[in-house]
């Protein structure tokens, strides 16, 4: 029998820790900074609503009806697009081995945040405590220089996310009871340490007060409804494995509502709390963009700067890389789910041992990340995903369920058990359909002319080679591609000694 969750709060917290992660805590608010704050936040609405809510509903409603990860839901609406499924399954390898540096290097800033005791008003010295640690050479090269304080954090960074998912829904309901709890109240203390530091006001007006004119940037759009897509876990296996293990009688529309919003509350806190914080400390120009540079970079900057008292200091800086650490455990260990999910599904295997063998293959694949040029790598691999295979799996899971199967029957599983609150067909089949597609295909085209007007080199003058970026690049994107031909190869090896697929469609399933 399949699991399911305890509870529908269980599902809706996991849901919410999955979606709310370090993008809410430090990309969201550089971009708000960027592109003129109020006038970010208002496409941000926008495009939640009209992409990401949607692609969210349908993901998470196609799996509880076929009881499937991603490649079994994707299946059973046609059996000639699982590929697809694969594509968000290995979307979610790529993202999670680098995701879990991540959270070592968060896991490192946080055990050595005593040091900043020692640094009231010694920016440059706060500024290099990162990059002297983890000794990144900044290029590509340096592959034979490991860090091994990093090296113990990412082990434990891995040892956390086994233990967190190990009983499947049963561990992670109790899990997420602390890790999405903890993160709020963690920014709600420090935005009210930032509401009460001089120049504050001016950090609030930035973010909120819209500079119309940034309407007119096309990047503004662009990084825009890329947040909103990358935010929300989906077309990453993750949310077709949550939907997986709800009960019948969930309501998929209304608790995804409750998701997105959650979602959406968080990044707006982080984003009172970086702005405050920042204008405070009088380095309000100085947000980036950039998530690494403002976490371990620009606000180790701003933490020497908050009071003439080294022990305040050290203690904010405690509660930050702590709320830091809660909200990235919830994004990794929810990625594995999901490809563990997929794996066991597709293969009959034991869900506990499945996800024991991804997290020790990936943890060792993951070192990659933790020598001399694994903060390179990061940049490039991450760039390829977020911008090509990401939008790719998005824009192909909706032409599947838009043009491929029967909308209405999605729509159907959707609003089976609302009767107020019901998803209108007005809002739902054109987003998947049309609107969603058009717009995330045109997003990737456009990131595509700028690398090619980029002489085919990724980096706003990092200066990263054409071969860095074909191996790490260009290679990573095409095992993601191939990932459907690598697990077709794999099941018709495996038939020849009696392995038989689930190969039911939606109008073969039968609900457990």
């Known amino acids: 029998m399949r699991e399911k969750w305890s509870s529908r709060s269980a599902f809706v917290l996991a849901a919410i820790g999955s979606a709310v992660g370090l993008g809410n805590a430090w990309r969201f608010p550089g971009l708000a900074a960027k592109y003129g704050g109020g006038a970010f936040l208002f496409v941000y609405l926008i495009a939640m609503l009209v992409i990401g809510i949607p692609l969210l509903m349908m993901e998470i409603a196609v799996a509880r009806y076929t009881r499937q990860g991603a490649p079994g839901s994707i299946r059973a609406m046609n059996k000639k697009m699982e590929s697809v499924g694969w594509l968000a399954v290995s979307n979610g390898i790529g993202i999670s081995i680098y995701y879990a540096a991540v959270f070592a290097w968060v896991i490192l800033m946080f055990i050595i945040s005593f040091k900043f005791a020692g640094m009231t008003g010694n920016t440059e010295a706060a500024s290099s405590l990162w990059a002297d640690t983890i000794k990144t050479t900044g290029t590509t090269s340096g592959f034979t220089t490991i860090s091994w304080p990093v090296l113990g954090c990412l082990v434990l960074s891995w040892a956390l996310c086994y233990i967190c998912i190990r009983n499947g829904t049963t561990t992670v309901g109790k899990v997420v009871k602390f890790t999405v709890s903890l993160p709020v109240i963690c920014l709600l203390i420090m935005a009210v340490r930032g509401m009460m530091m001089p120049g504050a006001m001016s950090g609030i007006a930035k973010l909120f007060i819209p500079d119309w004119t940034a309407l007119g940037n096309s990047n503004l759009w662009v990084d825009s409804i890329g947040q909103v897509f990358y935010s929300l876990s989906t077309s990453m296996a993750i949310m077709f494995a949550y939907g997986s293990f709800l009960d019948k009688e969930s309501n998929i529309v209304v608790d995804t509502i409750i998701i997105a919003f959650s979602d959406m509350f968080i990044s707006i806190l982080a984003g009172i709390v970086m702005f405050t914080t920042m204008a405070g400390v009088g380095m309000l120009d100085n947000i980036s963009a950039s998530g690494i540079a403002t976490a371990f970079i620009i606000y180790p900057q701003a933490i020497v700067k908050i009071s003439d008292n080294g022990v305040f200091n050290m203690i904010f800086a405690f509660i930050f890389y702590f709320c830091l650490i809660t909200l ?65 799996t998005g824009v192909l899971e909706m032409i599947v369920a838009g043009w491929f199967f029967k909308t209405y029957k999605i729509l159907d599983e959707l609003n089976r058990n609302t009767n107020k609150l ?9 987003s998947i359909k049309f609107i969603s597609p058009i717009i995330l295909t045109g997003l990737f085209i456009w990131n595509l002319i700028n690398l090619i007007k980029g002489g085919g080199i990724y980096g706003s003058g990092d200066g990263y080679t054409l071969t860095s970026n074909i191996v790490f690049g260009w290679g990573t994107a095409t095992l993601i591609l191939c990932s459907g031909f690598i697990i077709k190869g794999i099941v018709k090896a495996k038939s020849g000694k009696g392995f038989e697929e689930d190969n039911r469609t939606w109008d073969e399933l039968k609900e457990n």
């Not at 694994?374 to 760039?383: E, F, K, R, S, T």
């Not at 019901?422 to 054109?430: D, G, R, T």
């Open 328 to 392: 990235a455990i919830d994004s990794l260990f929810s990625i594995i789910e999901g490809i563990s999910t997929a794996l066991s599904d597709k293969f009959k295997l034991n869900k506990k041992k499945t996800t024991l063998t991804i997290c020790i293959v990936e943890g060792v694949i993951s070192l990659i990340y933790i020598t001399g040029a694994g903060l390179a790598v990061l940049d490039i691999v991450d760039y390829y995903i977020n911008s090509y295979t990401l939008l790719i």
């Open 422 to 430: 019901k998803m209108p067909s007005w809002w739902f089949l054109p």
